[in-house]
């Protein structure tokens, strides 16, 4: 497979220059990481060299689809790669922050019902130069203002493609200067992956999909946890508190008589309590293979003040982009012609 210029460290990079002067490595470097340029668009080295780098180091993201919602400030990309697997990335621009959403594989073998990734199975692992050029790409799409936060919850479990997840962590905090806060790995739970995240001390913010906090309901929405159930995932909860003192949050798609019960808000606090963790509550988005509904809007904020009387610190998450189908648990990447083809949505 022909790299992309992101899939290079420093010492690879150089190889390419080898016969050039050593500062055209800093410019290059400075370009691709600092200016999120495409090879073609460095302008500091000339133009011969650029057009040979551009060719030996094509990028790995090709757009097959450009989609855009809430008025302009929601994008979502499908990509084709090189084998002709797609992805999807979604920019979204806030008022104080423009965060890109990443995939970490095509697809996801993970199974949760509820997913529309979940729904169309695995195609493949992402190599680290995919999952950084969709960052790059959306930083420059983004501009004039700075793309100040990525997230790994795109297509795909990111642990479960670990050693790539973490050298992309380890790329975006060295070469392009992002904090932990700023960089978000969201996990269905795989416990000892947690565990070495932890062990590793990777600068990174830990979101971890709840969803239910009993083993009964957990099976059924997230088949994962058949094999890491709440306990195992507890320990591994606690290990990363113990040695990264940083805050880890919970993430909860509200499900209609599956999730948003009474009981059910008990059996939450009371699991996120002793870790102090932080609820994210996201209304369920619509996908095609999953027919049960979404809380009712009142419900989600009975649950939102429920969890807060328990002492929970809670937040609901906004559903942008539900529209272009760019909305948590949606991204299948289908276009839109191959879209037309599915009929049976849950809205
Ligand atoms: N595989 C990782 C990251 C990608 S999913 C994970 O599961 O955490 C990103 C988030 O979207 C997860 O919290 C996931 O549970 C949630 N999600 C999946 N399907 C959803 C849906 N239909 N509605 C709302 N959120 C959903
Ligand atoms: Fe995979 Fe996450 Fe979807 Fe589950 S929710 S199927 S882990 S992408």
Redesign the pocket.
Known sequence: MVPSVYDLDATQLATYLADEPRYRLDQVWRGVWEGALDLGSITTVPKALRERLARELPPALEVANDVTSDRGSTRKWVFRLHDGATIETVLMNYTDRVTVCVS?QAG?A?G?T?????QAGFTRQLSVGEVVEQVMFAAREAAPRRLSNVV???????LANYRVTADVVRRLHEYRGLSARHLTV???GVAPAIERLADEGLPLTL???L?AANDATRDELVPLNRRYPLSRLYEACEKWLASTSRRLSF?W?LIDGVNDTDQAMFELAHYARDLRAHVNL??????PG?LVR?SRPERVREFRDGLEELGINVTVRNTRGRSIDA????LAAVTNAHRSSVTLRAR
Do not use: D, K, W
């Open positions: 970490s996801c993970m949760c509820f997913c529309a990734t979940g790994f919850m795109g297509m795909g479990e990111p969201s996990t269905v979101a971890v999909s969803h993430e798609a996201i209304p369920l988005n619509p996908t999953y979404g909305a948590c648990g949606q």
